[in-house]
């Protein structure tokens, strides 16, 4: 690991004052550190944001504000966010470990690095650490990587469980720039796809900082699921995953959310899917369409074809344990 | 106060391990936590090739990293006299003589060591640290270099195979087993201090302070007595600490070269290249049986992968021979040379990947036959006598630990025919498997010292890597003596204390356990030779006369001939009374066969639609002989099972040929059970004595534990869905796909 300044900021403009190329914010470090160990992260300064941002969830006009530096933990275990927004806490629940969530802060999990195991091996090509050296994992060990939305360039996919359940319910990124601007984000918005910039993750604008995220009340709290499909029960990245979400009168679906995690490089959301369901009677036949909507066209690499199954499978499984969450 | 500062006076359990409270509370220092005086730290710098040859080095920008103290390659070293010339590295049998070649072997393979006065130091500067290679193409692909591998026999054949040919009953499949990683909670680590020219000392983490000690008293050219070996507590090993590795050797020539003690301690990635791994192995089976299902024979072929620059052949047909009657048999083997660093044992080491295979193969027979896996098994177990050397066993119970297995977990509530039990998009199904073990005894020796307030102190030279070797020494010599628990220490894990074999193949307690009850022997005869002064009636007493308590010896009754401790040492003198004994295995060796074995049954669920397989219950009943330490003992069996799931389910190492690397050499890519993947293992034991084996009659767990595991794990799949898993591990997407 390559030495470094380290530094404090207690005010959004003093920490985006510091900001340099050189330079990296870190709030709970559970994946910055480990990207500094691995000699992928080389700052020259560190500046701590744990006290600059927000840790506070508020209530808003429309709905809920959770604070950049509120802790993984605290927010899957908020009480308005368990009642209002329990998929949020599912998916939370669902991912890293408890100490990692301890200290991992809502801000990091959207701004953590993709996942494949070359991005993490310095020795070994790859385009988002070193663009224009190639890509070792697309004709590789791509058994964790993206089947929907990948590039030549890049098949890396976003590792986060609570990114998938924002995704679901269209949250909204509050940003902060140096001269206390804000801007707002739709969710959808705010992961990229690879392209032929495999090494920007996301749409951050430059000389910003996440402020906060904000939910929007809604009529997905009674039925929701979150399915990990993955090789071991805790600590362990999604093989697929799916945030499922109805809105149901009666028997009738309202309106639907289907979002994955371990398909893409981001949250992916299953518009057609969701399309489908509208109107339709809340039944396995139709959850079984829904899901073959999605799966439809995909286009897995070497060594996952089996995601395109699993896919499947976990959101009949998702949509079933939504009328019985 | 921190929580560690606080004072703690917690009293040991009366059956709690007696280093629990220390390795609980922090206080127990293992490898790379003790304090040594101008310690300094040193980092390896691992090959970004596979395959080739060093060119050159550019060491300038770690050079200028402050606090940098010196920097190891093979062109700048201290001397190891025992590596001196070509010769002498081959004679050294060290598997890679590292720093001695500027051949590449595979990747991370140390080319150069940073000195540094800090950690933090050491570590950047070794990033900086760049070499030129000449590259070669490298083999990493297991299943693709196997291909051109023959095999050679493995161990006489019995009867003729030809028999299988007209067996009314068979199977005949292949198993793949991908390689897995040891990784034990506490990374290899070295501290190595020179006291002298000729004097060293290790705080070291491994399974056997002797065999590091006579290692490097070769490699140095120095008495073995001249090296004192530290290894108190070990944070497991699982066979990673059964050899001395280069790291260790790099250590202490960091150590010479900058004249301080220095400290190397291996990273996470680094574990998995750097202390070995059990290697990925394929296997063929052809297993008959006749109508009534008795075996005709087996056909077991195997081939496990091993390193470039050094043969390891883990023995996967070794089991084959053990278990079951197969008055036909035929063992071939064959190892794989990859560009990988060298495999070593790791728990169960060559009968667990064999018997997954075996034990795979009778279950799928026993559906051909319609026939209940468990009367299969009974039918064909060998119970009178080794089946291949023809001794008597000894004492084996495998019968009785597939019987007790069965009623546990209620085997009759297993359906004869796969998919028989559904729950939503689950299936549930039952399995079971054996295994087997066998079951060693080494020489070993221990000594006691006593106090005169009859507190006793027992020692050995032998490591406990977690096993309970300490509790179980402590329950040998309170057994023996009479003496309160509370009034015996145990010291081990240091060269200083009496020598012993390492801890490992499931021999550790079987070896010390002998030792203890000689050492208590020979103390009972040294207090006798004492109260012989006072009361004559100690004149010539065997040991089995002398009996001990907390507070004096007497004459085979405890009112007999009393005499106090307090006595008996101001009458003679005494300040601490020492004795010293050793105990190996014998006669018995020529006249009995021995072995451990265990019975798993396994219930799972498998999800349809996602693949997913949860494991609902894990028995585990085990022949170990007399148990000695009831706790530690089930610890070490859940344990193994918790292992064997890892083998059955998520295990692996991955390899990428293209660029001649491990892929995902860290916990978030290699996957090993967590508390989320086991339900609590169901552990019971025989318990009955081994008459033979040794004096305290309990034989060897470490190993049966997980022999045999992962085919129960595979069997119940099949039981629940239909899909016979024959490819380690199964992770969900084999499921879903099969």
Known sequence: MRPFLFSKSSAINQALAKKNNTTQYIAGGTNLVDLMKKNIAEPESLVDITSTLSAKIEPTAKGLQIGAMVRNTALANDATVMAKFPL?????????????????????????????????????????????SGCSAIHGENRMNAIVGYSEQCVAVHPSDLCVALAALDATVKTQDKSGKTQSIAFKGFHRLPGTTPEKDNNLPANALIHSIELTENSFAKNCAYVKVRDRDSYAFALVSVAAALNLKGNQIVEARLASGGVAHKPWRWFEAEQFLKGKTANAANFEAAANIAIKGLKPLSHNGFKVLMLKGAIETALQQCLNP | MGFFDEPYDLPTAADGRVEGVAKVTGGGKYAAEYKVDGLCHAVLVGSTIAAGKIKSFNLDNAKQVAGVLG??????????????????????????????????????????????DTLEDATYAASLVTAEYEKEPAKLDFELALKNIQLTPAGKDRGNIEALNSAPHSVEAEYNIKAEVHNPMEMHATIAEWKADDKLKLFDKNQGVNNVQRTFAKLFNIPVDNIEVISEFVGGGFGSGLRVWPHALACIMAAKLVKRPVKLMLTRPQMFHSVGYRPAAWQKIKLGANADGKFVGIHHQAKNGTSVYENFNEG??????????????????????????????????????????????????????????????????????????????????????????????????????????????????????????????????????????????????????????????????HEST?????????????????????????????????????????????????????????????????????????????????????????????????????????????????????????????????????????????????????????????????????????EEQLTDERLGTLVGNDFAGYHFPVNADAPIIEVAFINKPDPNINPQGSKGLGEVGIIGTAAAIANAIYNATGKRLRDLPITPDKVLLA
């Open chain 1, 88 to 132: 949020v806490s599912k998916a939370i629940l669902a991912g890293a470990s408890p100490q990692i969530r301890n200290m991992a802060s809502t801000g990091g999990n959207l701004l953590q690095r993709t996942r494949c195991p070359y991005f993490y091996d310095v020795t070994t090509p790859c385009n988002k650490r070193k663009p224009d």
């Open chain 2, 71 to 116: 920097i190891i390659t093979h062109l700048e070293k201290p001397l190891v006299p025992g590596l001196a010339d070509e010769a002498k590295i081959k004679e050294a049998r060290l598997g890679l003589a590292v720093f001695h070649t500027d051949k590449i072997f595979f990747k991370g393979q140390p080319i150069a060591l940073v000195i540094a």
């Open chain 2, 316 to 477: 996967i047909t070794r089991v084959t021979r053990l278990i079951y009657h197969f008055n036909n048999l035929k063992a071939e083997a064959a190892t794989v040379p990859l560009n990988l660093s060298t495999p070593t044992w790791m728990r169960g080491p060559g009968d667990c990947t064999g018997d997954f295979a075996i034990e795979s193969a009778i279950d799928e027979l026993s559906y051909k036959l319609k026939m209940d896996p468990v009367a299969l098994r009974m039918k064909n177990l060998a119970l009178e006598k080794h089946p291949d050397n023809g001794l008597p066993w000894s004492t084996n119970y495998i019968n009785e630990c597939i019987e007790k297995g069965a009623q546990m977990i209620n085997w009759k509530d297993r359906k004869a025919t796969h998919s028989q039990t559904i729950e939503g998009d689950w299936s549930i199904g039952y399995g079971m498997a054996v295994g087997a073990w066998n079951a060693g005894r080494g020489t070993a020796s221990a000594g006691i010292q006593m106090q005169k307030d009859g507190t006793i102190t027992v020692q050995t030279a032998m490591t406990d890597i977690g096993t309970g070797t300490g509790i179980s020494m402590q329950n040998i010599a």
């Open chain 2, 482 to 650: 009479g003496i309160s628990k509370s009034k015996i220490k145990i010291e081990l894990g240091n060269s200083n204390l009496p020598p012993a074999p390492s801890q490992g193949g499931s021999n550790g307690l079987s070896s010390i356990g002998g030792a203890v009850v000689a050492a208590v022997s020979a103390l009972k005869l040294k207090i006798a030779e004492y109260a012989t002064m006072q009361n004559e009636a100690f004149k010539n007493a065997a040991a089995a006369d002398i009996l001990l308590s907390d507070t004096g010896v007497s004459f085979k009754t405890t009112n007999n001939h009393f005499i106090s401790y307090t006595s008996l040492w101001e009458k003679n003198n005494l300040n601490i009374l020492e004795v010293e004994a050793s105990s190996g295995p014998g006669a018995e060796r020529q006249k009995f066969a021995f072995c451990s074995s265990a019975a798993h049954f396994c219930k799972v669920r498998v999800n349809r639609k996602t693949g997913k397989v949860k494991i609902e219950r894990l028995v585990t009943v085990s022949d170990g002989g007399k148990i000695i330490s009831e706790k530690a003992a089930a610890n070490q069996m859940s344990g193994a099972a918790v292992g064997g799931i890892g083998m059955a389910l998520m």
